[in-house]
């Protein structure tokens, strides 16, 4: 069973607001920082956004301040990613993954431990 499990992806048009959710299973949620990811075929993985396990610190690439915000419920084990003012350039395949706290909260998608599936989330023009 996978741990992270990502909603909320669809079609929408430039502009448009979206929040990806992604429910977490099977681990002890508060001992994770979580972050967000996208990748575009024949592109490597980019990160996105991250979160600290208890929520006092975020990260953002920069081409995404200011539009989205990352933010966690430890009492529902979800993380959610709220996308305002897409763009077509944030098509992607957007993928949750969870790092162990211990870690210090990162951008490197290898230093985290778990991943989701992904969700996509396609933006027209």
């Known amino acids: 069973q996978v741990p992270l499990v990502e909603s909320g992806g669809g079609l929408v048009q430039a502009g448009d607001s979206l929040r990806l959710s992604c429910a977490v299973s099977?681990?002890?949620?508060?001992?994770?920082?979580m972050g967000w990811f996208r990748q575009t075929p024949g592109k490597e993985r980019e990160f996105v956004a991250a979160?600290?396990?208890?929520?006092?610190?975020?990260d953002y690439v920069d081409s995404v301040k200011g539009r989205f915000t990352i933010s966690r419920d430890n009492a529902k084990n979800t993380v959610y990613l709220q996308m305002n003012s897409l763009k077509p350039e944030d098509t992607a395949v957007y993928s949750c993954?969870?790092?162990?706290?211990?870690?210090?909260?990162?951008?490197?998608?290898?230093?985290?431990?778990?991943w989701g599936q992904g969700t996509q989330v396609t933006v027209s023009s």
């Open positions: 993954a969870a790092m162990l706290r211990v870690k210090r909260l990162g951008i490197r998608a290898t230093a985290y431990d778990f």
């Open positions: 979160i600290s396990w208890s929520g006092d610190s975020t």
């Open positions: 099977g681990l002890t949620f508060s001992n994770y920082h």
